[in-house]
T-cell receptor, first 113, second 110 residues
Framework: GAVVSQHPSWVICKSGTSVKIECRSL??????MFWYRQFPKQSLMLMAT?????????EQGVEKDKFLINHASLTLSTLTVTSAHPEDSSFYIC?????????FGPGTRLTVL | GEDVEQSLFLSVREGDSSVINCTYT??????LYWYKQEPGAGLQLLTY?????DMKQDQRLTVLLNKKDKHLSLRIADTQTGDSAIYFC??????????FGAGTRLTVKP
């Protein structure tokens, strides 16, 4: 199947700093990518839908100024957590859509101290 | 809003069959999925079924869909210790807006 990578796989940062997470589709082009957040022992929560060349569509309750999404090419979407705080600590997972399937990245664990 | 529900835990013995159940509320769901998540990892698509199908089989995996009752199940035959993971049920209308269940933690005992 298609492969989606995320970088970094984990990151620890100080409160107030910004963190960028990359999501790449390695062997296919994805006009649509998705960003999810997963809390411990809970399901995935869709944060936003990222469309190549246009603004991301954010789910209700997700602050677009805090979670900046850029989808500059058909194989790369980035999520920047701005001015991160401890409550932003979570597992962030991206996915990329190819026809009928969404392929998920391995996730990025963010810990904000 | 629309919900996807799963039981949180399932424990089976190695070699037995596992059945993980899922119910959903959106009758217009078109795609239904089963994902597997191992500790600290992302989601791996196991299988999916279109809403116009009743059953899909892929090696040890059998998916049953009862559209009338909005009930989806995943049967894993001859369950192995390597099958221990969290299994997520998900549904969508258009493969864009996916809604996930909370996940069922499958524990396989030797």
């Amino acid at each position: 199947g298609a492969v989606v990578s995320q970088h970094p796989s984990w990151v620890i940062c100080k409160s107030g700093t910004s963190v960028k997470i990359e999501c790449r589709s390695l062997d296919f082009q994805a006009t649509t990518m998705f960003w999810y957040r997963q809390f411990p022992k809970q399901s995935l929560m869709l944060m936003a839908t990222s469309n190549e060349g246009s603004k991301a569509t954010y789910e209700q309750g997700v602050e677009k100024d805090k979670f900046l999404i850029n989808h500059a090419s058909l194989t790369l979407s980035t999520l920047t957590v701005t001015s991160a705080h401890p409550e932003d600590s979570s597992f962030y997972i991206c996915s990329a859509r190819e026809v009928y399937e969404q392929f998920f990245g391995p996730g990025t664990r963010l810990t904000v101290l | 809003g629309e919900d996807v529900e799963q039981s949180l835990f399932l424990s089976v013995r190695e070699g037995d069959s596992s059945v993980i159940n899922c119910t959903y509320t959106d009758s217009s769901s078109t795609y239904l999925y089963w994902y597997k998540q191992e500790p600290g990892a992302g989601l791996q698509l196991l299988t999916y079924i279109f809403s116009n199908m009743d059953m899909k089989q892929d090696q040890r995996l059998t998916v049953l869909l009862n559209k009338k009752d909005k009930h989806l199940s995943l049967r894993i035959a001859d369950t192995q210790t390597g099958d221990s993971a969290i299994y997520f049920c998900a549904e969508s209308k258009n493969n864009n807006d996916m809604r996930f269940g909370a996940g069922t933690r499958l524990t396989v005992k030797p």
